[in-house]
């Protein structure tokens, strides 16, 4: 029987289970097809692909600068070059601004954390149950699988109707709104726009990232991927399933009106809606951990709606387990 089980293979859920690993069995499970959780990246064929979660990394604290600049010298994470525009007048461009990205896409940070760690993939939690001292988890296969402990990396909304009734403490009973993004990848025809990136100004579109300049791969189209903003988005997203195509026109007229890009056949389109994206009103613990029944939840919502947040609070829970 494994010590630990992890759920969920984002930042967090790959930290935790990478520091527990080194003294504890440890298994990892995730409802999506490969690791990631919202760094997810959407391969196509081969190397190619989207980043359709997170964008790129820019790390602030210097702990987690120690460590972003150790996987660098790995090879695990690289510079993202090139010409990124600053189109937005509402906010402050920081000219030392840099973008980290993976060198292959960016879940490679949980790709390197989870390389040794028993994870299983396409298995949805869908119950948790205390008893004897054990965890018992029914999965969406029928299977229930039993551990000594657990640990929860899920979106908020999630968290918080999977464990009402095991954790008693004042975070679980704040109502928070996590936004959502929608996130539209395109393949148009190659044209002489070299620049990276876009940050808009606009109530639709909020960001566009060329893949191409990542120089991952090699590709005869473009290939694009526009985020919305958080305020359209939130109204989008519960039809964003039923209205794909819809959602991914407006967004991607906006992005050629935006980027004075030539408008162009699509050759193909992709959409992908992540209704819990981000908490940007962080709470006053960093993670949240039982030792009595050995239950933890750690994740980027605790602290902040960056990448980095999640890494986080994933370090905070290890020291309180580690006591």
Partial sequence: MSKFCVIGSGISGATIANLLSKKHSVILFDKARGPGGRASFKRIKGK????????????KTKEFKRFTNNLIKKKVLKV??????????????????IKIIGRSGNNDISKYLLKKINCNYQCELKKIYFKNKLWHLLFNDGKL???????????????????????????????????????????????????????????????????????????????WTLQSTFLWANKKINQNKKNKKENSDIMIDKFFQLSNIKKTKINYFLNHGWKYSSNSKPFRIKSYWDSKKKLGVCADWFVGPRLESGWISANDLFKKISK
């Fill in 48 to 59: 190619t692909g989207f980043d359709h979660g997170t964008q790129y990394i820019s790390p």
């Fill in 145 to 223: 699988r039993s551990f000594q402990g657990i640990i929860l990396t899920c979106p908020f909304p999630q968290l918080k109707k999977l464990s009402k009734k095991f954790i008693k403490n004042s975070f679980l009973d704040k109502s928070i709104k996590m936004d959502a993004n929608i996130t539209t990848m395109i393949a148009i025809k190659k044209n002489n726009n070299s620049n990276s990136s876009y940050f808009f100004e606009d109530p639709v579109l909020g960001w566009a990232g060329n893949e191409n300049s990542k120089k991952r791969f090699k590709s005869k189209h473009d290939l």
């Fill in 80 to 97: 993202w070059g090139g010409k990124h525009i600053f189109l937005n007048s509402k906010k402050k461009e920081d000219k030392k601004h």
